[in-house]
């Protein structure tokens, strides 16, 4: 996982999208083996519990 700020560049899309974290939090690639195009993530955020 990698933390990132919110409004944080944490990927580009293959037509050069930028995609940004909405709010501070985690970016979580669920598949490592993910090839270009395949790409997915999960954006996540700290509760406290």
């Known amino acids: ?3 990132v700020l ?3 560049t944490f990927a580009t899309g293959g037509d050069s999208e ?4 909405p709010q ?3 970016v979580d ?3 490592k083996n ?3 195009n ?3 993530f999960f954006f ?3 509760e406290d519990f």
């Open 29 to 31: 690639p669920p598949n």
């Open 24 to 26: 501070h939090g985690f």
């Open 18 to 21: 930028k995609l940004t974290a």
């Open 38 to 40: 395949a790409e997915w």
């Open 6 to 8: 919110a409004g944080e």
């Open 34 to 36: 993910a090839t270009i």
């Open 44 to 46: 996540g955020v700290r």
């Open 1 to 3: 996982m990698d933390s």
